[in-house]
T-cell receptor, first 118, second 116 residues
Framework: DTGVSQNPRHKITKRGQNVTFRCDPISEHNRLYWYRQTLGQGPEFLTYFQNEAQLEKSRLLSDRFSAERPKGSFSTLEIQRTEQGDSAMYLC????????????????FGPGTRLTVL | DQQVKQNSPSLSVQEGRISILNCDYTNSMFDYFLWYKKYPAEGPTFLISISSIKDKNEDGRFTVFLNKSAKHLSLHIVPSQPGDSAVYFCAASEIGLTGGGNKLTFGTGTQLKVEL
């Protein structure tokens, strides 16, 4: 399977604990994105990487959130001191870097990690 | 500030008929639009996209229409099949001159149900 993979698929934690999620993108894709989706909403952008460089972070990404992509391959998203409001589906997506003038901007999503904070 | 809006939370269509899902946007900097389909407990799956330089893009049973002046796009599925039942998300991004493209801004989704 050469798609985007995410682990774990489900995570239940108690408020105040730290959690870490992993995303493995499609191997030739150099852009990697994290989104969060809550019930009844569409995915909301959190942050993205081009290779190992984190190029943009949303205001949704509070100080308790940190993301890394140390070797430009897989990425991790860590949430420290989790709160009940962090309960959501965390989605990872990847895409190839489009060449100038090329319109392809399709991002390919993984299955997501569903976080429940008790 | 909802920059991409899908005002119909649900749509029910009979098998074989046309499904039309609508999407409006407010950000005039958006120049690339996409439709994703999502089943429960899965990530969104890319369906079809359109650049702002076009007004129509077709792929099999799926056609996306873009009306830039109205800041409106729609997805047509014909004929609709029971397997099309899912949540459909409209998304938009800014590509600009660099060709890079960044984050996607999504609507809230429309639940399509195709009935036998």
């Amino acid at each position: 399977d050469t798609g985007v993979s995410q682990n774990p698929r489900h995570k239940i934690t108690k408020r105040g604990q730290n959690v870490t999620f992993r995303c493995d993108p499609i191997s030739e894709h150099n852009r990697l994105y994290w989104y969060r989706q809550t019930l009844g909403q569409g995915p909301e952008f959190l942050t993205y990487f081009q290779n190992e460089a984190q190029l943009e972070k949303s205001r949704l990404l509070s100080d308790r959130f940190s993301a890394e992509r140390p070797k430009g391959s897989f990425s991790t998203l860590e949430i420290q001191r989790t709160e009940q409001g962090d309960s959501a589906m965390y989605l990872c997506a990847s895409r190839a870097l489009a060449r100038r003038g090329q319109g392809n901007n399709e991002q390919f999503f993984g299955p997501g990690t569903r976080l429940t904070v008790l | 500030d909802q920059q991409v809006k899908q005002n119909s939370p649900s749509l029910s269509v009979q098998e074989g008929r046309i499904s039309i899902l609508n999407c409006d946007y407010t950000n005039s900097m958006f120049d690339y639009f996409l439709w994703y389909k999502k089943y429960p407990a899965e990530g969104p799956t890319f369906l079809i996209s359109i650049s702002s330089i076009k007004d129509k893009n077709e792929d099999g049973r799926f056609t996306v229409f873009l009306n830039k002046s109205a800041k409106h796009l729609s997805l047509h599925i014909v004929p609709s099949q029971p397997g099309d039942s899912a949540v459909y998300f409209c998304a938009a991004s800014e590509i600009g001159l660099t060709g890079g493209g960044n984050k996607l801004t999504f609507g809230t989704g429309t639940q399509l149900k195709v009935e036998l």
